[in-house]
């Protein structure tokens, strides 16, 4: 009987990981915040280490593990005398970083975080952030194991900010920046309602450790979007010209992601894979009736987008007659979870945002030389008739853009939870919601799916009106609800809150004010408006808003805007911004009510 010994270089290397969770630890234990930082920005003195240490507390020593298994992992943590039942949830940072460093689906790593504590010199409660990626022994992970411990990108040290306000946020990233600190990336960790931002430590720091990680709880992802913008920068040499150069094209070429994306659509290949299994290529050909080499340089190209990811195809079972040598595995390709949501059959289906971006929007930016020129829309110059006219005669492409529009549903999903929508739910007699221009009705559906008391009214063209009756019906709240045919004037009076969702950014000031006239015409005193868009952010930084804007100037003549533009033409029409709140895919919800309406807080105008 022949006994097989475990691989000595796997043995090593969970040596290796052991010892440096040790020394991490005792790192931990034996530094404090004013000591630490000026060995880590050389230099570091004066009123700006007095404002670090203020705002700055040293919380951990972070690094990342590859345990074989969990019982693995809970070892390590006893043999350096951590506890072993700390608990753990997912790395969304951590995770997104390596599948960009390794290009794999994030899906295929389930990094998870553990804060074992430990306590400082004088009995300060601080924590070893231990990142862990179960890596069995000869998976198909063992590379990523091998090059992170050998390069130790996440690696760091971290400080966590006592009051983490705008302001101070980004003063201290720039006192960073000062004392010779790179922005290296981070990001924003749903899970626990964190925000990270890291840095690379300059180059002189006297400390094994070469990144810093800044800790803020809470959402702060107008300063994250800067500081990935300052990342960016730094990883873009401006004096480099072959960079410049190798980032100019990558820009240039973006118009060829959004055509692969739309045919990808366009050819059904998304409703051929799925996310467990990879296909052939010759397969996938014969299943969408396209070129196999025409398909197999699509698929590549989608790779780098993270859409598919290469896969292996099992190898056809060998008959006993058969050369008993093994044939390579052929080469295959698999859905990822991002690519899913290209599937037609897929809840929030993006196919038609990409089938409208990749169709008459694409064709529309043939002409945005002319926008910029004359302020009018492209879109217009090139069809020949205004974006709602043109789509109105075409009733194939009128239903398309309706299904794109409601494909960026996912920013519904906090409204019926918003504070105006559950009072109007829980008033003693029952209210009304008015979905003015609402499409094809799915945030009416969400909200009245969510409050069984409210009614609700759809103000839209007979076509869609038909659309989102039936959309209703099915999610069974068709009953509370009363359907209008019309324009802006037709808005129905004497309901208890109005709702006009991405409407307002179709439109130049004029006809915004006349929209929302007719709607507090329609107002009763006690009414409250709510209205989604974008809003673009007073400090310039990157937003999904920014690009909208040069979409609407395009496509419709309107524009995104301002908070403070927004409660300007409010006050043009008799109303009063009462504030807005944050909502996914970069929108916001803004509430408005009658100028002079009492405030349903205080009961005072």
Do not use: K
Request: proline content about 8%; aromatic content about 6%.
């Amino acid at each position: 009987m022949m006994t097989t010994l475990p691989d000595e270089t796997l043995l090593l290397d969970d040596v290796d990981d052991t010892a440096r969770l040790r020394a991490a630890a005792r790192f931990v234990r034996e530094h404090d915040s004013a000591a630490l930082l000026p060995l880590l920005l050389p230099g570091l003195d004066g009123p700006d280490l007095r404002a670090l240490a203020a705002h700055c507390r040293f919380a951990h020593a972070g690094l990342l593990l590859f345990p074989p298994d969990a019982d693995g992992l809970r070892s390590q943590l006893a043999d350096c005398g951590l506890a072993v039942d700390t608990p753990s949830h997912p790395s969304v940072v951590v995770r997104e970083r390596l599948a960009r460093r390794h290009r794999r689906d994030p899906a295929e790593l389930d990094v998870q975080i553990l804060r074992p504590h430990v306590h400082g010199s004088i009995g300060e409660r601080r924590a070893v952030e231990v990142f862990a990626l179960i890596v069995p022994p000869y998976s198909d992970l063992e590379p990523i194991a091998a090059h992170e411990r050998t390069r130790r990108h996440e690696a760091h040290l971290a400080f966590e900010i006592e009051r983490p306000e705008p302001l101070v946020l980004r003063g201290l990233c720039a006192i960073l920046g000062r004392h010779g600190a790179r922005p290296d990336g981070g990001g924003y960790n749903p899970h626990e309602d964190g925000t990270v931002l890291y840095f690379t430590l300059p180059a002189d720091a006297a400390c094994d450790y070469q990144r810093l990680e800044l800790y803020a709880r809470g959402d702060h992802r107008d300063t994250l979007a800067a500081h990935l913008d300052h990342a960016e920068l730094h990883h873009r040499p401006g004096h480099d010209a072959r960079q410049c150069a190798e980032t100019l094209l990558h820009l240039l070429t973006g118009a060829w992601t959004t055509q692969a994306l739309a045919a990808f659509a366009r050819l059904g290949l998304p409703d051929a894979m799925d996310t467990r299994t990879a296909h052939r290529t010759e397969d996938l050909a014969r299943l969408t009736g396209t070129h196999p080499r025409g398909l197999a340089t699509l698929l590549r190209y989608l790779v780098m987008l993270g859409v598919v990811t290469p896969g292996s195809v099992p190898a056809p079972a060998l008959s006993p007659a058969s050369d008993p040598a093994p044939a390579p595995e052929p080469a295959g390709f698999r859905l990822t979870e991002l690519g899913a949501l290209l599937r037609a059959d897929a809840p929030g289906s993006m196919r038609p945002l990409a089938l409208m971006y990749g169709g008459p929007f694409y064709r529309s930016f043939d002409g945005l030389d002319h926008a910029v020129r004359t302020g009018r829309p492209a879109f217009d110059h090139l069809f020949g008739e205004n974006h709602f006219d043109h789509f109105a005669g075409d009733p194939e492409l009128a239903a398309l853009f309706d299904q794109s529009m409601a494909a960026s549903s996912r920013m519904f999903l906090p409204l019926p939870d918003h504070p105006v929508i559950t009072a109007a739910a829980q008033a003693p007699a029952d209210a009304t919601v008015v979905d003015v221009a609402g499409g094809n009705g799915e945030l009416l559906r969400r909200i009245l799916t969510a409050h069984p008391r409210l009614r609700g009214v759809l103000l839209e063209r007979p076509h869609v009106v038909e659309a989102a009756r039936r959309l209703l019906d099915a999610a069974g709240c068709g009953v509370r609800c009363d359907y209008r045919t019309g324009d802006f004037a037709d808005v129905p009076p004497d309901a208890d809150v109005y709702v006009l969702s991405r409407v307002l950014h179709d439109w130049d000031d004029d006809r915004c004010r006349e929209i929302l006239r007719h709607c507090v015409r329609a107002m009763p005193a006690h009414a409250d408006l709510l209205v989604v868009e974008r809003l673009l952010p007073v400090d310039g930084s990157p937003s999904l808003a920014t690009a909208w804007d040069l979409h609407m100037l395009c496509n419709v003549g309107g524009r995104e805007r301002r908070a403070d533009h927004y409660a300007r033409l409010f006050a043009d029409a008799g109303l009063q911004l009462v504030g807005h709140r944050p909502l996914p895919l970069d929108a916001h919800v803004l509430h408005a009510r009658r100028a002079g309406a009492p405030d349903p807080a205080t009961g005072r105008s």
